[in-house]
């Protein structure tokens, strides 16, 4: 006879969807197996070293990112660095090649190399000028200034600057009236500008400056012509006083010569003859100063000298007079000047106009 000995307990069913007989069969060997040892538990990261990780993990990726693009930068600069090489090489040789033949055929029928630059591959424009144009002469034959270069008029200028000016706006308007012959100062103080423009008309000035400020600095000066005008509005920059320029002179009350260059279209040709009006037609040269006005890329360079001759009348030192400014024409205006009523022969719009690098409009 077989006795079948059993327990009093039954054995645990798996549940539907839980552990498998077989499965916590298997952890329980592992767990007979594994006696004695530790069991390590997984560790749970805080908010703040996640955030660390992530810090770290960001750093790194940058690091290596940026050395990278060092990498590609050099790399270029090395290509730039050969290429500009070889461009001088050849520049060299071109230079060498054209020397032998100026030697051997004369300077006269081998010219020399111009440099291309901004200003001498300048767009066209319709309005430029050509040298000895019969209708442009007729027209400043003609124009509002025609009577100062015929010198039957005799230049007569006011100067005034915006309503309860600061001090370095002072200093300018005195400083342009050093440089300008019979120049007068008016302290505008309130008065309208229309209203100042009428008592320069009924005082006989021939023309007008209104210097106005911004922030306690000068930033603009409106020209009038009077008593028909035009008027402009220049904006200054790089305004440099007298007493800021170095090894300085002091001015004399001599006429000054007048050079004004590089005005190429009608509305330059305009802007040259409203300045060169300012002062009279008959430059006393004993006195050997000099009023320039150049236009480089529609900037206005003004500057004030005094030459004197060297070595037997070959050579020429200049000495600044001051003042030294920028000038950016910004509007013409027909007539003297109007706000609200004014006929506007030319505004400068930025983004419309200066569609390229090589375009100028004086």
Known sequence: QVVIAMSGKKPKRAEPGGPKEADIVKKKAKGEEGEGKEV??????????????LREIKQSTTEATLKKKRGDKMQRAAGGKALRLQRSAAKRERQSQRAKLREKYGEE???KEIPRTIENTREYDETMVNEEDEEVEHDEANDEFAAYYRKDVAP????????????KTWK???????????????????????????????????????????MRE????VFCHLPEGPTAFFKINNLTFTKDIKKTGSSTDHYPEVVVNNFNTRLGHT??????????????????????LHNQRDYLFFRHHRYEFKKEGTKAALLELGPRMTLRLKWLQKGTFDSRCGEYEWVLKRHEMETSRRRFFL
């Open 40 to 53: 390590k538990e997984k560790k749970v990261l805080s908010k703040e070293e996640i955030d660390e990780k």
């Open 109 to 111: 029928l081998v010219a």
């Open 156 to 167: 007569k200028v006011l100067i005034t600057m915006s309503p309860y000016a600061k001090v």
């Open 172 to 214: 300018l308007c005195y400083e342009l009236q050093r440089c300008i012959p019979h120049a007068e100062i008016f302290s505008r103080k309130g008065v309208p500008l229309k209203k100042v423009v009428e008592q320069a008309k009924a005082k006989g000035y021939t023309d007008l400056l209104v210097v106005h400020e911004n």
């Open 218 to 221: 000068p930033n603009g000066i």
């Open 271 to 292: 802007i040259a003859r409203m300045f060169t009006c300012l002062f009279p037609q008959n430059p006393e040269f004993k006195g050997r100063r000099v009023v320039t």
